[in-house]
């Protein structure tokens, strides 16, 4: 159970992160909605939260900032009290071949993705250690594990995040903190809804179960990691891809 254990969902305004956010409070978490941009869409976020029942505050911060992220965490404290979880979802796309890749969109990606859920999870840690009890949970891809042409920045920010979990899984678990990821596979979100049918039909093919994702899909499987029923879980990656990887 989550009941009043207070969470963290980086980037929770939109597609994963708002299913993730929305699964959270309905099991009872206090959630921490961030969001770096649109104000708009996270109180929508906090306001299907709060309709169903559940309790929900919006935080504005860019986690690619350690002092934001820092700010992040301690707006947590100040609005629930102790907390207990960290999601880190925020990220975005600049995807090109290599030969067209700006090094700022690089750049870009690889902060926002990778040293985003680097800040939280380092604001976040002299928290948990406290308590000793916590979950962190980072959301990678599955392009971070088998890779894809035109996402070498994407892919390299999720491989990253992968060795980044398993790590920190070594460091802090002695103190009863586990540090998990998800892989998401071809989920069916804002980003993808625009992909042509038929782009998207020759990717279903290539599925075993033969059919997308669902947000809802990761945010179970985030829940899962976060709750007591994987305390003995840590340093692992949940791929939830339809067996797109295996």
Known sequence: MLKDKTIIVTGANRGIGKAIAIKLGALGANVIVN???????????????????????????????????????????????????????????????ILRMKEEDFDAVIETNLKGAFNCSKAITPVLLKARAGRIVNISSVVGIAGNAGQVNYAASKAGIIGMTKSLAKEIGPRGITVNAVAPGFIETDMTKDLKDNI???????????????????????????????????????????????
């Not at 939260?49 to 860019?62: L, Q, S």
């Not at 840590?234 to 797109?244: F, P, S």
């Open 200 to 246: 998207k039909e020759e990717m279903i093919k290539t599925l075993p179960l033969k059919k997308l994702g669902q947000a809802e899909d990761v945010a179970n499987a985030v829940a899962f990691l976060l709750s007591d029923e994987s305390s003995y879980i840590t340093g692992q990656v949940l791929n939830v891809d339809g067996g797109m990887v295996m």
């Open 35 to 97: 969001y770096r941009g649109n104000e708009v869409e996270a109180a929508e976020v906090v306001s299907e939260i709060v309709n169903a029942g559940g309790k929900a505050e919006k935080v504005k911060a860019d986690v690619s900032k350690y002092a934001d992220a820092e700010f992040l965490i301690n707006e947590a404290k100040n609005i629930f009290g102790e907390v207990y979880g960290l999601v880190n979802n925020a990220g975005i796309t600049r995807d090109t071949l």
